[in-house]
């Protein structure tokens, strides 16, 4: 067991409140609470977030997700069982929270305008990069 090394929420309750305000705000957006649960997934996939994994597993399982869609979040490139919307958000959330390396290219933003609108696109950039922070937080603070 690794023991946590700061206590955040506790330490910063204001900005860790805001940061919780702004997820909770995505419940308002017209993007399906699947869609949202998936990107978080796919993104404390490749940040190594067991913390949130564990969170939004739970929540996917809930909301009564296919459990052979759950086991194949990973390898969504080479699975047939993500829709063409499914996939775009995942490329975007891969672009996103690779930015570094990806510079999120024009092809993946311009997959998403045939599933999304304009809203919809920047509510689920909002979800990938709250997510990323929860991420860091988690992982480097050890929660």
């Known amino acids: 067991m690794v023991e946590q090394r700061l206590y955040f929420s506790k330490l910063s309750p204001v900005t860790y409140k805001a940061l919780v305000d702004a997820s909770m705000s995505l419940d308002k957006s017209s993007l ?10 796919r993104v404390s996939q490749i940040n190594g977030c067991a913390f949130c994994l564990d969170m939004h597993g739970k929540a996917l399982r809930k909301d009564g997700f296919d459990d052979a869609k759950m086991d194949a979040i990973a390898g969504w490139r080479l699975s047939h069982l993500f829709s063409e919307a499914e996939r775009a958000a995942l490329e975007w959330a891969e672009a996103v929270t690779h930015i570094t390396t990806s510079g999120t290219p024009d092809s993946t933003f311009n997959a998403l305008k045939a599933h999304f609108s304009d809203a919809e696109i920047s509510d689920l950039t909002f979800a990938i990069s709250i997510i990323n922070a929860f991420n860091r937080l988690a992982v480097s603070l050890r929660q």
């Open 32 to 41: 399906p609470k699947t869609l949202i649960e998936l990107v978080f997934m």
